[in-house]
Structure formats: C-alpha cells, structure tokens
C-alpha cells in the first residue's frame, strides 16, 4: 500500500495524477517499480514500445514462465489502484519466493499503455507484447503534435523494433492480471476478490442525427426539424432497450451539437454509442436493433441519421483452467469465491488471445474508479496477495 501510495503521486500534472503513455511521468514510474522489480530479485528491461519487464528465472533455464502484471499508464484526474495494483501485487508475490527457485520462471510486466488516452489507441503495451500492434498508428499525433513514433523515441524506445516486443506464446504458461474490480458487486456481496469468467466485447459507434437549423424565436414548433430533440429522445430509448435486454450495458457518452448556439435550433447532433455484452452474438444483434431505432425515430420526426461503427472488440473468455485454480486458490482465503464479468477491457483481452489468461477482481469502495476518490483496503490487498501466492504453489504442484 505504501508503495501505491508513492507511485500515486508520480504524475505528469501538480494537482491530480495524470500519467499518460510515454510522458516524463511514466519513464519515472518505469524507473521506481524497476528498483522494486530489483530488489525482489528479478533482472529488468523495457522493451522497445517503454513496457516495463522484470525477470525471476526458474530452476532451469528451459523453464516456461508465468507471466503477471497489469498497466502503469493512467486515465486523467486518476485513482491509484486501477492497473498499478496488479503490478505491485506482483512484485510482492515474487518477493515473497525470496530467491527460491521454482519449476517455471515467473515475469512482470508493467504495461506502458492500457488506457489510450494519448493517441486514443488501448493496449499500445499489450498489443507490442502480443504481436498484433498496428504500425500504421505510428504516425498519429496526440493533441501536441506530437506522433507516436517521436514519442516512442523521446522515451527511449525504438518505433522500428516494436516487432521485437512480440513474445513467443508457447513458453509462457499464460497470463495472471489482478486488478480492483471497477464495479459494485463484491462490496455489495462483501468479497474481498473474485474470479472473472469473461471479459466483454464491445461495439463503439458515431450515430449523427441531420435536421435543420433556424432561428430559435421566429420558426414555429410544428415546422422545426430539431436534431438534438431527435438525439434526447433516441439517448433515452438506448436506455431502455439496455435495460430490457440482459447483460447488455448501452452508454451516450459524448454529445455534439451544430451550430451550438443558444439561440439557434441545433441542425445536426453527433453522439456516441457504447456497447458491451459478454456474448458477441447478442451484442452485435443489439448493435443493429440500436441502428435501425435510431432510423426508426428520424423517420417518424423526418429527420436523417447516419451510423458509423468506430470499433469492434471481441469478447474474451478467461482461461478455463487458470480460473479454476484461482477459484481455488481463493477459498482458502475467503468462504465464497463469486465468479464475475468484467465489462471493462484489460490487458488479460489482448494477451487472452495468444495465451490462457485469468483475472482476480479486487474489490474497491463504491466500485467507483477512474475517479481520485478510488479506494481499496490493505486487507483486501493482503487477501488478493495471499491468493497469488496460493496460485503459485498450485502451479508449482502441478508441474
């Protein structure tokens, strides 16, 4: 918890914690979590992309390997615990082996972008480490100008040897990811953790509504052709449809209006529409029943719409076999061990693609996150330690 507390206050900004891909902050986050890496005996690289990576090795050097951690990047105006609890966490369970050698080796990974927030692109980190990232971003510019290639190489990481990054799959073991929960359902339950069986698939889109702008005095309500009312309304009936449909979590999250004048009648809206459901079938289906509402309320109002789908991500089913044996190792630290969907992404998506990968939730206050108020309880974190650790000595059973 101390050490949270002391990278909870590494950050690019004096008065909130901002630490954002490859800034000054995060090359100061990279340096403090590889002297903990250090002291609990691993060796310490960053590879090309700036993801932080420390090394235990096994009893031989032929040994597959565990691999454990979670993200170091932060969202703006932050708490402290969403990503880099995992890493810490990690640490602690290697330090705790105190050199003992064990049939796998054990690495750690502090992941250098999870949130996208610079380059609105997640997973730089993971994508580097998967194998799957996308060059052609390279050339995007954050709101500095700045690309992501110069930024790579302000950081000290090397834009060309970002197909370096890429792991070779067959030797590791899979993938561990703890992380606080970022939802309600374990402090409504009082559970310290839980398993999670899934991470959901996501649709995210642009949804533009085209009326008419006019003067907000003299146009008559029967004549006007409003396309924020057209919007107000359509916001509203997402809400119900997600509500209607189980699983389903359907968010307005973004609102643009033109001409955005207070005494203009809005001509055009656009909004943004996000989808998450763990079965990809129905989320796609509600996807194109969104679409076709969004059609059916212009037309009433004689209105035109427009869809366009900005993102498609599946959903990522957890490690059948790394879950069971989390489950278990948690009942011997807590009386039930509930299993839980996880509706935000993580780095356990990406990595779940080329690995089996599991998830421990922690529970948080509130489940309230991407908030300074983010809190969880050094008990509960002595309990998702304890669970680590009893997942080690499973595997090491198992070997």
């Avoid at 060796?43 to 979670?70: C, F, M, W």
Wanted: glycine content about 8%; overall charge negative.
């Amino acid at each position: 918890m101390e050490r949270l507390d002391a990278l909870g206050k590494v950050s690019e900004e004096p008065d909130r914690l901002t630490r954002q891909f490859a800034s000054p902050a995060m090359r100061e986050a990279n340096e403090l979590v590889g002297s903990w890496m250090k002291e609990a005996g691993m060796t310490v690289r960053q590879d090309a992309i700036g993801n932080l990576i420390g090394h235990y090795p096994g009893a031989t050097p032929e040994a597959k390997i565990l691999l454990l951690g979670s993200h170091l990047d932060t969202v703006r105006n932050a708490g402290k615990y969403d990503g880099p609890l995992g890493v810490v966490l990690a640490i602690a369970a290697v330090e705790q082996l105190q050199g003992k050698r064990l049939p796998f080796a054990i690495e750690v990974v502090g992941f250098a972008d999870e949130e996208g927030v610079r380059y609105q692109s997640t997973y730089l980190g993971s994508r580097a480490l998967a194998g799957n990232f996308d060059e052609n971003i390279l050339s995007r510019p954050d709101a500095n100008d700045i690309t992501l290639a110069e930024a790579i190489k302000q950081f000290g990481g090397n834009p060309d040897k970002i197909k370096d990054c890429k792991i070779a799959a067959e030797n590791y073991l899979g993938y561990i990811e703890a992380h606080i929960e970022q939802g309600p359902l374990l402090e409504k339950h009082d559970h310290a953790v839980g398993v999670v069986t899934a991470i959901a698939g996501q649709t995210r889109a642009k949804v533009t509504f085209t009326g008419k702008a006019g003067h907000a005095g003299t146009t008559p309500m029967d004549l006007r052709q409003d396309a924020l009312c057209l919007a107000a309304e359509y916001i509203l009936a997402v809400e119900i449809f997600a509500k209607k449909t189980t699983g389903l979590v359907a968010t307005v999250g973004q609102i643009h209006t033109d001409p955005n004048v207070s005494n203009v009648i809005p001509g055009s809206v656009m909004l943004t529409l996000d989808i998450r459901h763990q079965d990809d079938l129905t989320r796609m289906k509600s996807a194109v029943a969104l679409g076709h509402l969004a059609e059916v309320i212009a037309e009433r109002r004689k209105l035109a719409t427009s869809w366009q789908t900005v993102q498609e991500t599946a959903s990522v089913p957890c490690s059948p076999k790394l879950s069971a044996l989390l489950h278990q190792a948690a009942t011997k630290h807590q009386d039930r061990v509930p299993d839980l969907l996880s509706g935000a992404g993580h780095d356990a998506a990406v990595l779940g693609k080329i690995m089996p990968a599991a998830m421990l939730f922690v529970r948080c206050k509130d489940g309230l996150s991407h908030h300074p108020d983010e809190s969880i309880t050094g008990a509960d974190a002595a309990t998702a330690l304890a669970v680590l650790n009893e997942f080690i000595a499973l595997l090491i059973e198992q070997k």
